[in-house]
């Protein structure tokens, strides 16, 4: 299986990791896209170790980058063999990572980007056991009609999405929170206004709070 890692940042405290936050990175870009968000997070969060693995496969839109999956084929069962390959990847890769900290799925959360959204809703909600929380920008659900057949646990979710974005309409969001609501999923949303396909100053407190709050309860 392939093995991905990417760019990750020690808690600020110096103390052992207590929390793991995953960052998941947009079509296209690499784990240096997001890993500079943890300077944010980790006001909040001192003991949290943050880390944004590169998505396996190169972007051939982007040799520079890489990509989840790729969404460009005209086959829907192609996409979604990637989906479902990608996200075996990624599940190892938190497991093993969770291994290595010593840290349980309480003491984990994902936060995704645009594509890196739809992989860690995908993934999040079909771990055997629910963790923390997940954080999804600008994304949407791949595949909702499968979602409740295969859908696990159920972590908190917190969904944000910029109103003039170009690229992932923010319908997708307000549909994914309405149908992950139907699945009793619980699950908020948020759009940024004037925003684009980006993260927002607005969109980035409640994250960093949203995250915050999942992990004092689970302590």
Not at 50 to 70: H, K, L, R, T
Not at 155 to 177: C, E, F, K, W
Request: net charge negative; charged share 20%.
């Amino acid at each position: 299986m392939t093995v991905i890692d990417g760019p990750s940042i020690h808690p600020l405290s110096g103390n052992k990791a207590k929390q793991l936050v995953i960052f998941c990175h947009g079509y296209g870009a690499d784990g240096n896209d997001l890993i500079g968000l943890a300077n944010y997070f980790q006001q909040t969060l001192p003991d949290a170790y943050f880390i944004s693995p590169n998505a396996p496969e190169v972007c051939p839109m982007n040799p520079m980058g890489y990509q989840w999956f790729d969404f460009t084929s005209n086959d829907p069962d192609l996409i979604w063999k990637k989906v479902n390959d990608a996200g075996e990847i990624l599940n190892n890769f938190i497991d093993n990572k969770l291994n290595e900290l010593n840290l349980t799925n309480d003491d984990l959360s994902l936060v995704g980007f645009s594509q890196g959204t739809m992989m860690s809703l995908h993934v999040g909600l079909r771990r055997n056991t629910a963790m923390s929380s997940i954080v999804g920008f600008s994304g949407r659900l791949i595949r909702e009609d499968t979602l409740s057949d295969e859908m696990i646990s159920k972590p908190p979710v917190y969904l944000i999405h910029g109103d003039q974005d170009p690229m992932v309409p923010y319908s997708d969001t307000i549909n994914a929170a309405k149908i992950l609501k139907d699945l009793d999923v619980d699950v908020q949303s948020h759009i940024s206004p004037n925003t684009s396909h980006s993260i927002a100053q607005d969109g980035l407190e409640i994250a960093i709070k949203f995250l915050s709050s999942n992990f004092s309860q689970n302590k």
